[in-house]
């Protein structure tokens, strides 16, 4: 978060932290919702890397655009299966895909 804008909420008297506080997660739980964002992301940033629309990266992978867009905003509908499915039918590698994995 900005800090200015940090700075502002919290002279205004509101609490700033972060989701896992907020949500009161455990460890592991926090940690799987970072991995679902993570490879949420990394559909989003590798489809517009090769200029598809949420369409043709459906149409790739016979699902629906609608699938496509819960996928890369992480939702809780959309299956790990299915992002590293979508991962892959961008292309992505081994490699590339236990960077996204590991959060590096």
Known sequence: MDPMKRQKL?????QVGTA??????????ARYVELRLRLGDAVRHL????????VQLAERMHSSQSRIAKAEAADRSVSIDLLIRSLLALGISDQDLARYVSGQ
Do not use: C, H, I, V
Request: charge should be negative; avoid cysteine; glycine fraction near 4%.
């Open 47 to 54: 489809r517009k890397k090769q200029r598809l629309s949420q």
């Open 10 to 14: 919290e002279t205004a008297g509101w």
């Open 20 to 29: 896992e506080e907020f949500l009161a997660l455990p460890p592991e739980e």
